[in-house]
Each structure stands twice: as structure tokens, then as C-alpha cells.
């Protein structure tokens, strides 16, 4: 039998940034308490409202982070695309912000694991001389990633030593009192929102369970003493059984399937294409990855069904333009130097780390740019870009390009252009002084609609222009 904690959570989910130092367990043990005594409103499902409430006069976060935090989960729960499109578009035609608010104030999400959500955002926090905890072997420092140089399975080693080092007090997140018995029992509530970070398999991979489900099977109850789901027997059965994820980067790096892509210009030596990677022969349809790195001096262009739906990762590429026209899962970007990187509709999180030197084209549900300089977004975003520590001279602008079928894509990553906020970042800090210090809307002046050279040539339409004609770029 195997389990191992999901991808999304960790890569769409998370804000990787250090949280509020006032929201740890005890706080969100109380968060829970209090939505329970709020009656339908706050549980099972918890109303923004009252989320905001919590965040903005018991724990003292802003509001603009409280919504942060809620949106960033409301969107990766299984809500559906249109859902998400039906929300912008009653947002767009609301004629003030209290008509926005209250609109926000009525969005629901599943109580406990929204306060996972919450609670696992303290990955990033984590030192091992300060942490109350004392763990051994917890990640050094995690707030700042400039120092790292790791491999790419060391973020996924720490999030399991970070789940499986405190899961009795993440099983303690939902009891009135902070202290937990061993030989309590898990409540089959308790194991349904586990299902957000663990799910596993009894049949080597062929089928995947929610960790509720897994918990049922015959196979993994023998493992449990007396065949209860104490806590005791839960932390045990964790510890012995939890693996790397086998659809995560680091599989896919060590067991994928390398591919090939059209390669439009650039230099003819074939060490200088990179490598792609993916492991969609393997993984699920919804959990698939694809692997770009180290293209060097390289125009790659690609809208085949390889990157659909994918988790793309674009790592390390050097003075190449890379276009992928496809919707997109999610996106991650890291340590890409003075290139162009056009990725399609992305239905979650598209998230800049390290890059230096680059222009990013996108539409996504949420952008988060962090440790980046002298680089330029072109964005189509319901959600304000959520600019993190370490950047300085980032320009925003609105969404510049097109390509045949980008609307279909679009509507399939549940993106709609009725609302764009490219022009609204949000900077987290700790330093309110440096809040519009480190970045700037790009003047008209600079502004460049990008085209996308792919072999047939685009028709015009007005429907494929129709983005490019909604983002002039307001003096």
C-alpha cells in the first residue's frame, strides 16, 4: 500500500510566503470553534464573511490578505471552472466595492480543510533554532530563497517531514481542546478533509483513493490495532507508509519520458534544445507534469495535447523564447534569465521564482512573482498579482497576444476577460515602507503586442483579437 500528499496543494494552493505569525494552530483551533458557533453560516462550510471577520479582528491580518488566503483555496476546490467565471463576471457588474463585498461575503468553502489550507502555509515559516517545536530535521530558514540550492525532491522531502512531524496536532486543529488523546478516535469528518493534502493506492498505482477511501480498504485496516482509526494507529500507519509522490517532479524527473517539441530558430546543436519531460504515460489526467528545462538560445513553439491540462514547470532557460499554446493546469517558472515566456490559459496558480531579465505572458487565475528583477508581466488575471520578497524593477501591463483558439482555452481554464486586475498588485511584506518601491505599471509608450510565430498563419478575427483590444493600457 502507498500514500503520499497531493501535488496541488503545495504547488497551486500555497502563497509561499511566511504567514502571519498569528495564525498558528492555537488561533486556528479557535477559528474552528468560533465558525461552529456561528451555525450554517461558518460550518461545514464557512462564509467569507465570517473568515474575514476572524482574520481582521482576532488574528489582525489585513483584508486584502484574508481574501488572499480564501480566494487562493476557493478557486483550487472543486467548484468548476464556470463557477469561477460566473464569479468574475458578478464582480464586474458590481457598481461599488460594498456590492463587491457582499457578493465575497456570501462564498462558502469546506471549514476543516480550509483551516489545512491555513495551516500548512507555516511550511514556509518554519527555522529550526526558532520554531516552538524543536522538530529535528525541519528545513532551515524557508522564507528565503535565495540561498537554496537544492535539489528538485528537497521541497517535496520537507513538506512530508513537515505533515508527518505534526500530525497530531493537525488531527488536534478540529477538538475544542488543544490537547489530543492518543486513543481518541479520527472522525470520519477529520479523515474527508485529510483528503486535501494525502490521498494513496492499495493496487500499485492503479487506482487512486482520497485518503478517507483509503482508509476503508481492508488491506490498510488490518495495519490498524483493533481495526480503529485511533490517532495513534493514524500517526503510525502515516510514518511507516508515506512515500515521495509518484506523479510528483521528482518522479517525473527520475522516471518520465523525455519528448520533443518544434523548435522555430535558434541554434542548430541539439545539447542546446533542453529537455522535456513528462510523465502523463503514467500519471492521472488531472495530475500529470511537464518538464521544461535549460533551453538555451532556442524558440520553442507548442500546442500540442502533450501540455494540456498539464502542471508545467519551466526551469533554467537561457535567452529563448518559449510559447506554450495550450490551458494549462498550473505553471511554475524558476530561474529563467532574459527570455520570453508565453504560457497558455492557466486554470490556478502561475508562479516567478528567481527569474531575472524576463518578459511573462499570461492569463491565469493568480499570479505569484517572487525574488524576481528587471522583468516585465503581460497579464490577463481576475486576481490581483501577489508580488512576494526579493523583487524589484517588475512592470505590470495588460494582456498583449493571441493565438487561434485562445478564447475556447481560456474559457476552459475557467478565465473570463471581464475582469483584468494586472494593474492592482498586491505586495506581502512585513516592511509596509517598501509597499511600490519595487515595481510600476509600464508606461503606454513601452507597450508591444506580442506575436506568436507558429507556422499557419493567424487569422484576424475580431474574436481573436478581442483580448488585445480590451487591455489598452490606461495612462
Known amino acids: 500500500m502507498h500514500v503520499w500528499l497531493r501535488n496541488e496543494p503545495l504547488n497551486s494552493c500555497a502563497i509561499n510566503y511566511p504567514i502571519s505569525h498569528h495564525i498558528n494552530a492555537n488561533t486556528l483551533r479557535k477559528t474552528v ?41 476557493y478557486a483550487m476546490s472543486n467548484y468548476g471552472n464556470q463557477r469561477c467565471i460566473e464569479f468574475d463576471i458578478e464582480i464586474n457588474k458590481c457598481k461599488s466595492k460594498e456590492e463587491q463585498e457582499k457578493i465575497k461575503d456570501c462564498k462558502r468553502v469546506d471549514l476543516y480543510q480550509f483551516i489545512l489550507h491555513l495551516y500548512i502555509q507555516q511550511f514556509y515559516t518554519i527555522d529550526l533554532k526558532s520554531s516552538i517545536m524543536s522538530r529535528e530535521e525541519w528545513p532551515v530558514n524557508r522564507s528565503d530563497g535565495n540561498d537554496r540550492k537544492k535539489s528538485k525532491g528537497t521541497d517535496e522531502l520537507n513538506f ?10 493537525i488531527i488536534s486543529l478540529f477538538s475544542f481542546d488543544k490537547t489530543i488523546n492518543q486513543n481518541d478516535i479520527v472522525s470520519e469528518e477529520i479523515q474527508q478533509a485529510l483528503n486535501f493534502i494525502l490521498e494513496g493506492s492499495v493496487d500499485n498505482y492503479q487506482t487512486i483513493l482520497p485518503f478517507s477511501q483509503l482508509l476503508k480498504q481492508s488491506s490498510v485496516q488490518s495495519k490498524m490495532n483493533d481495526g480503529k482509526m485511533y490517532v495513534k494507529n ?11 509522490n509518484p506523479f510528483g517532479l521528482n518522479s517525473c524527473l527520475r522516471n518520465g519520458k523525455r519528448i520533443t517539441a518544434t523548435y522555430l530558430g535558434g541554434s542548430m546543436d541539439p545539447k542546446k534544445y533542453g529537455k522535456i519531460i513528462t510523465n502523463a504515460n503514467s500519471a492521472p489526467k488531472n495530475d500529470f507534469i511537464v518538464f521544461v528545462s535549460q533551453v538555451l538560445k532556442q524558440t520553442l513553439v507548442d500546442n500540442s495535447q502533450t501540455f494540456l491540462n498539464c502542471g508545467l514547470y519551466i526551469d533554467k532557460c537561457l535567452s529563448s523564447n518559449i510559447y506554450i499554446l495550450q490551458s494549462l493546469r498550473s505553471c511554475s517558472i ?127 478575427q475580431p474574436s481573436s483579437n478581442e483580448l488585445i483590444n480590451k487591455a489598452n493600457v490606461t495612462e
Open 334 to 460: 524558476k530561474k529563467c534569465k532574459k527570455s520570453l515566456l508565453f504560457v497558455g490559459p492557466t486554470q490556478r496558480t502561475v508562479t516567478v521564482d528567481n527569474c531575472n531579465d524576463c518578459t511573462i505572458v499570461s492569463i491565469c487565475r493568480r499570479i505569484i512573482i517572487r525574488n524576481c528583477s528587471m522583468c516585465n508581466f503581460y497579464l490577463l488575471t481576475p486576481t490581483s498579482p501577489i508580488l512576494l520578497t526579493g523583487c524589484d524593477n517588475i512592470k505590470f501591463a495588460p494582456y498583449n497576444s493571441t493565438y487561434p483558439g485562445i478564447e475556447e482555452d481560456a474559457l476552459t481554464a475557467g478565465i473570463s476577460d471581464m475582469i483584468n486586475l494586472w494593474d492592482k498588485p498586491i505586495v506581502v511584506t512585513q516592511n509596509q515602507s517598501l509597499i511600490g518601491l519595487h515595481w510600476s505599471l509600464m508606461n503606454p509608450s513601452e507597450f508591444q503586442v506580442i506575436s506568436v510565430p507558429i507556422e499557419t498563419e493567424i487569422k484576424q
Open 234 to 244: 493514524l500517526v503510525i500507519f502515516l510514518k511507516n507508509y508515506i512515500e515521495m
Open 33 to 73: 470553534n468560533y465558525a461552529k458557533n456561528k451555525g450554517a453560516s461558518g460550518y461545514p462550510k464557512i462564509e467569507y464573511s465570517i473568515w474575514r471577520y476572524i482574520a481582521c479582528n482576532k488574528i489582525s491580518i489585513p483584508e486584502h490578505l484574508a481574501w488572499m488566503y480564501f480566494e487562493s483555496f
Open 160 to 169: 512530508i517531514n513537515f505533515v508527518t512531524k505534526n500530525f497530531d496536532e
